[in-house]
């Protein structure tokens, strides 16, 4: 009979099946009894050699090797200086580890070991692959690829994240046919265009039905994510760091240790999926730790005053954002020694004595004299080539000194891997957060990662675990410090970062319309309440487009919600209405933030439809984005709530004069009541919105 490790969690069973070499995933689904049919599973494991093969097959395991015949992407590739390259890994060992195995592998004539943990989270099902490399002889191992794992999958039809800067999160479809599919970054960040997150599942999968696996590498460097269909009609995929040239090379008893390639299944669509990755990301991911206290109202001053910072101007825009509801208020840049634009003085973290001649003191005292917690802008990574600090240390840029490097927004990358120039970085923030009561970082990171060497070698690897190092240690030091991770937008989100941050900044784009889809591709994987979603200016600075303050503010409201405008401009009505939707938003925070997302699907193709519900209620929003198809729209179907449960349902935005018109009743701001089996099945009726409106419900369970 052959041999099984077993992982149990949030309802599946995953299954391992032993053998000579590597495991083997033989089962991962809905969970079995404790007494499965081992026999049963093992004779349903056997595969019918394809004709025009090797002999003994094509074995698709944990870790497929080219020295077993494996002719897809093998997930090793290892070479020797004198040119040994094929691996043939053994099974020694396994071992149970909490929430899962380690499995052992060796291969005495290449001189390696290779050890995999696989772990099963109970409460969500959310599995995790880990693997160690180690060089076992004494000669230097060179690392072309090594995977956490090779996944076997059952379908084709592949949903990855798209995009660019202002346009990230952008979810795309294509099926597979024979060969690879690739998605990599080489930007050493997880990217606007290619984050390393992908899905795969039945053709035609949708947000509530269709068996999927999600897959998220945890990783913020350089990536490679693959997807591949092979000869025999097999479809695997794998995810791992992608390394320069020459970059990974292990001496005589190192090891690499792979990141985390974190996956689930779902037999119901994208919000299955969602559903599991969402509490694994609040409880494992952040620990728990944003539950603590509610997510404070943000108001960011980027877009309101630019790198224009005068004191009285900033005192003023504190005072507005007290008045309509912020809880904190984030300097973004323009605040040290000599900022004048975006191409000097990066690296000097000291206030500019031009614009704060007393320090950042007067300005922080004003704004927590209000009420509000006072959250920072840094970009510690950089430095500008016109600074103090590279004057001082030109040695410090992580480059090749014989190299003209590029710039990026008029900056370098400093080498986070020389402990001077950490040591540097840290001192600077230190002193600031010792100096002033500062609750929050903006950790930004505006530049590509080109050049990437440190002493001569290829660094992308040892600078990510640098910056990874960098923010833990200010962590350590000022533990009430929270962090938000930005990169020019969107660009470096994914859990590894998430372990030492407490927001993402999810793109530099406000347009409601934009984000609207941006946000429903990045709430695919992340939960709403690290979200930032901020109302923009109207025009948007960026698009240039012009849209309500009541779409600017719903469309923020379902995630970590800021302001980032100059309030100083909006008419009387409209701060109004921004105050009364913040003071909404703060209402339902509690269920914005820990209620489970149920995105919708409607027949309208030109609009975005969302719900958020818990054992209290829900939160549903429709917005239309582009000019209906229909002069009268479908029902909006809710799926998600309590089938049997009873609920008040009241629209929270009704129309001007919707009721003075031949309209139902919910539609003027009527209450109406409805099971939750009703409204799934005949649905709520949706007022005739123009593009660029929103209609959003509260449906208060009362059963």
Same mark, same amino acid.
């Given at each position: 009979?052959?041999?099984?490790?077993?992982?149990?969690?949030?309802?599946?069973?995953?299954?391992?099946?032993?053998?000579?070499?590597?495991?083997?995933?033989?089962?991962?689904?809905?969970?079995?009894?404790?007494?499965?049919?081992? =026999?049963?599973?093992? +004779?349903?494991?056997?595969? $019918?050699? &394809?004709?025009?093969? %090797?002999?003994?097959? *094509?074995? #698709?395991? /944990?870790?497929?090797?080219?020295?077993?015949?494996?002719?897809?992407?093998?997930?090793?590739?290892?070479?020797?200086?004198?040119?040994?390259?094929?691996?043939?890994?053994?099974?020694?060992?396994?071992?149970?580890?909490?929430?899962?195995?380690?499995?052992?592998?060796?291969?005495?004539?290449?001189?390696?070991?290779?050890?995999?943990?696989?772990?099963?989270?109970?409460?969500?099902?959310?599995?995790?692959?880990?693997?160690?490399?180690?060089?076992?002889? =004494?000669?230097?191992? +060179?690392?072309?690829?090594? $995977?956490? &794992?090779?996944?076997? %999958?059952?379908?084709? *039809?592949? #949903?990855? /994240?798209?995009?660019?800067?202002?346009?990230?999160?952008?979810?795309?479809?294509?099926?597979?046919?024979?060969?690879?599919?690739?998605?990599?970054?080489?930007?050493?960040?997880?990217?606007?265009?290619?984050?390393?997150?992908?899905?795969?599942?039945?053709?035609?999968?949708?947000?509530?039905?269709?068996?999927?696996?999600?897959?998220?590498?945890?990783?913020?460097?350089?990536?490679?994510?693959?997807?591949?269909?092979?000869?025999?009609?097999?479809?695997? =995929?794998?995810?791992?760091?992608?390394?320069?040239?020459?970059?990974?090379?292990?001496?005589?008893?190192?090891?690499?240790?792979?990141?985390?390639?974190?996956?689930?299944?779902?037999?119901?669509?994208?919000?299955?999926?969602?559903?599991?990755?969402?509490?694994?990301?609040?409880?494992?991911?952040?620990?728990?730790?944003?539950?603590?206290?509610?997510?404070?109202?943000?108001?960011?001053?980027?877009?309101?005053?630019?790198?224009?910072?005068?004191?009285?101007?900033?005192?003023?825009?504190?005072?507005?954002?007290?008045?309509?509801?912020?809880?904190?208020?984030?300097?973004?840049?323009?605040?040290?020694?000599?900022?004048?634009?975006?191409?000097?003085?990066?690296?000097?973290?000291?206030?500019?004595?031009?614009?704060?001649?007393?320090?950042?003191?007067?300005?922080?005292?004003?704004?927590?004299?209000?009420?509000?917690?006072?959250?920072?802008?840094?970009?510690?990574?950089?430095?500008?080539?016109?600074?103090?600090?590279?004057?001082?240390?030109?040695?410090?840029?992580?480059?090749?000194?014989?190299?003209?490097?590029?710039?990026?927004?008029?900056?370098?990358?400093?080498?986070?891997?020389?402990?001077?120039?950490?040591?540097?970085?840290?001192?600077?923030?230190?002193?600031?957060?010792?100096?002033?009561?500062?609750?929050?970082?903006?950790?930004?990171?505006?530049?590509?990662?080109?050049?990437?060497?440190?002493?001569?070698?290829?660094?992308?690897?040892?600078?990510?675990?640098?910056?990874?190092?960098?923010?833990?240690?200010?962590?350590?030091?000022?533990?009430?410090?929270?962090?938000?991770?930005?990169?020019?937008?969107?660009?470096?989100?994914?859990?590894?970062?998430?372990?030492?941050?407490?927001?993402?900044?999810?793109?530099?784009?406000?347009?409601?319309?934009?984000?609207?889809?941006?946000?429903?591709?990045?709430?695919?994987?992340?939960?709403?309440?690290?979200?930032?979603?901020?109302?923009?200016?109207?025009?948007?600075?960026?698009?240039?487009?012009?849209?309500?303050?009541?779409?600017?503010?719903?469309?923020?409201?379902?995630?970590?919600?800021?302001?980032?405008?100059?309030?100083?401009?909006?008419?009387?009505?409209?701060?109004?209405?921004?105050?009364?939707?913040?003071?909404?938003?703060?209402?339902?925070?509690?269920?914005?933030?820990?209620?489970?997302?149920?995105?919708?699907?409607?027949?309208?193709?030109?609009?975005?439809?969302?719900?958020?519900?818990?054992?209290?209620?829900?939160?549903?929003?429709?917005?239309?984005?582009?000019?209906?198809?229909?002069?009268?729209?479908?029902?909006?179907?809710?799926?998600?709530?309590?089938?049997?449960?009873?609920?008040?349902?009241?629209?929270?935005?009704?129309?001007?004069?919707?009721?003075?018109?031949?309209?139902?009743?919910?539609?003027?701001?009527?209450?109406?009541?409805?099971?939750?089996?009703?409204?799934?099945?005949?649905?709520?009726?949706?007022?005739?919105?123009?593009?660029?409106?929103?209609?959003?419900?509260?449906?208060?369970?009362?059963?």
């Amino acid at each position: 009979m052959a041999d099984f490790l077993r992982l149990d969690g949030g309802g599946d069973t995953l299954l391992l099946q032993l053998g000579a070499g590597p495991p083997t995933l033989a089962y991962w689904g809905e969970a079995l009894t404790a007494s499965f049919d081992a =026999a049963g599973l093992a +004779a349903l494991t056997h595969r $019918a050699k &394809a004709i025009g093969t %090797l002999d003994s097959g *094509e074995g #698709l395991d /944990l870790m497929p090797e080219a020295g077993r015949g494996f002719t897809g992407h093998t997930a090793i590739e290892v070479h020797r200086p004198g040119g040994g390259f094929l691996t043939q890994l053994e099974l020694t060992d396994t071992r149970p580890i909490a929430e899962g195995h380690e499995i052992r592998l060796r291969d005495a004539l290449a001189g390696i070991e290779v050890i995999q943990t696989v772990t099963l989270d109970a409460a969500t099902g959310v599995a995790a692959f880990r693997a160690r490399l180690v060089n076992a002889v =004494a000669e230097p191992l +060179a690392v072309d690829w090594f $995977a956490p &794992a090779a996944l076997p %999958l059952a379908h084709d *039809e592949v #949903l990855l /994240l798209d995009g660019r800067w202002g346009h990230e999160f952008q979810l795309v479809r294509q099926r597979l046919v024979t060969g690879l599919m690739v998605k990599e970054g080489r930007t050493g960040r997880t990217s606007h265009h290619a984050p390393p997150f992908a899905v795969v599942g039945q053709p035609g999968f949708g947000e509530h039905a269709g068996e999927v696996v999600g897959l998220h590498l945890a990783w913020s460097g350089n990536h490679r994510l693959l997807v591949e269909r092979l000869r025999d009609g097999r479809v695997q =995929a794998q995810a791992g760091e992608l390394f320069l040239p020459g970059e990974m090379k292990l001496a005589p008893g190192e090891a690499h240790e792979t990141p985390v390639l974190y996956a689930a299944r779902s037999g119901a669509g994208l919000n299955g999926l969602s559903a599991r990755f969402h509490p694994f990301v609040r409880d494992r991911i952040l620990g728990g730790r944003l539950q603590a206290r509610p997510r404070p109202v943000h108001f960011n001053s980027w877009e309101a005053v630019y790198f224009r910072h005068d004191l009285a101007e900033l005192k003023a825009l504190a005072d507005l954002a007290a008045e309509i509801g912020a809880e904190r208020f984030v300097l973004d840049d323009g605040w040290f020694e000599g900022r004048g634009d975006d191409t000097t003085s990066l690296g000097d973290w000291r206030p500019d004595r031009a614009k704060y001649p007393d320090g950042l003191g007067p300005l922080i005292d004003h704004v927590r004299g209000l009420g509000l917690e006072f959250g920072l802008w840094v970009e510690p990574e950089m430095a500008n080539a016109q600074s103090d600090l590279l004057r001082a240390h030109p040695d410090w840029i992580l480059g090749d000194p014989a190299r003209v490097q590029p710039l990026g927004r008029g900056q370098y990358v400093l080498d986070l891997t020389r402990p001077e120039v950490a040591d540097n970085l840290f001192a600077q923030l230190d002193a600031l957060l010792a100096a002033h009561p500062i609750g929050y970082l903006k950790w930004d990171m505006n530049r590509d990662l080109t050049h990437a060497a440190s002493a001569g070698r290829p660094a992308v690897h040892r600078q990510t675990l640098a910056a990874y190092a960098l923010i833990d240690r200010v962590r350590a030091a000022h533990p009430g410090v929270e962090i938000e991770s930005c990169a020019s937008g969107g660009g470096r989100a994914d859990y590894e970062i998430l372990r030492r941050t407490d927001r993402v900044w999810t793109s530099d784009c406000h347009d409601p319309i934009e984000r609207q889809v941006i946000q429903r591709g990045f709430g695919v994987f992340f939960p709403p309440q690290i979200m930032g979603a901020h109302v923009g200016a109207s025009p948007d600075h960026g698009t240039g487009r012009r849209t309500s303050l009541e779409l600017r503010a719903l469309t923020a409201f379902f995630g970590s919600m800021g302001v980032e405008a100059d309030v100083r401009a909006f008419s009387e009505a409209e701060r109004a209405a921004l105050t009364h939707w913040i003071g909404v938003y703060k209402a339902h925070r509690a269920l914005i933030h820990g209620g489970r997302v149920v995105r919708q699907e409607h027949p309208e193709p030109a609009a975005v439809a969302t719900m958020v519900v818990d054992e209290g209620g829900a939160l549903a929003s429709f917005a239309q984005l582009e000019t209906p198809t229909r002069a009268g729209p479908d029902p909006l179907r809710l799926v998600g709530l309590e089938p049997a449960a009873r609920y008040r349902v009241r629209l929270l935005n009704p129309p001007r004069g919707a009721a003075r018109q031949r309209t139902p009743a919910v539609l003027g701001g009527a209450a109406i009541e409805a099971t939750g089996r009703m409204i799934a099945t005949v649905g709520l009726p949706l007022p005739i919105l123009r593009p660029g409106h929103i209609a959003v419900f509260h449906l208060e369970r009362i059963d």
